[in-house]
Nanobody, 115 residues
């Protein structure tokens, strides 16, 4: 059973770093694609980054060069390394998995960037 759980969120000052984790995939290699989304207060949920089963990655323009998505098939975990964080990165970050048309979401983890 797939039950996604994110962790690693928190409070950080501008320019700082955080690494988000997502677990609960069962066997992560069974997933066709894994992604991170975020939702800021009063805004729609938006795409952040994706990694396919083949290892191809893609990023939203606003995180390119700052965030890195990765997957670990030994630990069955998904990560989002976030560097050079900005106040506008403040949001709840969600893990998403896709397997043959079925979509799974985690419950989200809060990231707050503020001085």
């Amino acid at each position: 059973q797939v039950q996604l759980v994110e962790s690693g969120g928190g409070f950080v000052q501008p320019g700082g770093s955080l690494r988000l984790s997502c677990a609960g995939f069962g066997k992560i290699s069974n997933m066709n694609a894994l992604a991170w989304y975020r939702q800021a207060p009063g805004k729609q949920r938006e795409f952040v980054a994706i990694v396919t089963s083949g290892g191809t990655t893609n990023y939203a323009d606003f995180v390119k060069g700052r965030f890195t998505i990765s997957r670990d098939e030994v630990k069955n975990a998904l990560y989002l390394q976030m560097n050079s964080l900005k106040p506008e990165d403040t949001a709840v970050y969600y893990c998403k998995a896709l397997r043959y048309g079925t979509i799974y979401w985690g419950q989200g983890t809060q990231v707050t960037v503020s001085s």
